[in-house]
T-cell receptor
Framework: AQSVTQLDSQVPVFEEAPVELRCNYS??????LFWYVQYPNQGLQLLLK??????LVKGINGFEAEFNKSQTSFHLRKPSVHISDTAEYFC?????????FGAGTILRVKS | EADIYQTPRYLVIGTGKKITLECSQT?????MYWYQQDPGMELHLIHY???????EKGDLSSESTVSRIRTEHFPLTLESARPSHTSQYLC???????????FGPGTRLTVL
């Protein structure tokens, strides 16, 4: 079975600074990877996904992620964060008919 | 456009009451899921369904039950609510085994 590790439970960062949220998954022959964002009292919204092809994936709201097969990582990055990016971020990997989610990383953007 | 709906959005109820949380999707997805999530915490899969008349228990044991009589509808029922059931419940759907899950807005349940 697949597993996902999000290495940071909370990441504080100042507005307009770059940020990286880390995600590692257990290895498999083929993987489908996802990043979701959750704002308070809402469901999860898809930021981006990797199914195949280019290892650099661009998503909504200026986020991007890089699939690294040798390091079994799928880290999320944004070059300049805004206050509105404050939310919880979940990394997920497909495991058959289910998605396996990480424990989440709370991104706190400070002014 | 992902269309998955959950009602009610918020529910405050007394101990011992029977409740049903509704989840509907208009995308014709075959797979549907229920998650339980405490504020700021991880998601726990409590039920899933791969199609009509198919239901399975998830990774986290739950006293709730589900049914899947129609493709678009996946309600969750608690026969006797308790304060330990206080949480947020998220419904999701997915088509096939490759793509993403689409999530509803969630139901925040408080049992007094």
């Amino acid at each position: 079975a697949q597993s996902v590790t999000q290495l940071d439970s909370q990441v504080p960062v100042f507005e307009e600074a770059p940020v990286e949220l880390r995600c590692n998954y257990s290895s498999s022959v083929s993987v489908y990877l996802f990043w979701y964002v959750q704002y308070p009292n809402q469901g999860l919204q898809l930021l981006l996904k990797y199914l195949s092809g280019s290892t650099l994936v661009k998503g909504i709201n200026g986020f991007e992620a890089e699939f690294n097969k040798s390091q079994t990582s799928f880290h999320l990055r944004k070059p300049s964060v805004h206050i509105s990016d404050t939310a919880e971020y979940f990394c997920a990997v497909s495991d058959g008919n289910k998605l396996v989610f990480g424990a989440g990383t709370i991104l706190r953007v400070k002014s | 456009e992902a269309d998955i709906y959950q009602t009610p959005r918020y529910l405050v109820i007394g101990t011992g009451k029977k409740i049903t949380l509704e989840c509907s999707q208009t995308m014709g997805h075959d797979k549907m899921y229920w998650y339980q999530q405490d504020p700021g915490m991880e998601l726990h899969l409590i039920h899933y369904s791969y199609g009509v008349n198919s239901t399975e228990k998830g990774d986290l044991s739950s006293e709730s039950t589900v049914s899947r009589i129609r493709t678009e509808h996946f309600p969750l029922t608690l026969e006797s609510a308790r304060p330990s059931h206080t949480s947020q419940y998220l419904c999701a759907s997915r088509q096939g085994g490759m793509g993403e899950q689409f999530f509803g807005p969630g139901t925040r349940l408080t049992v007094l």
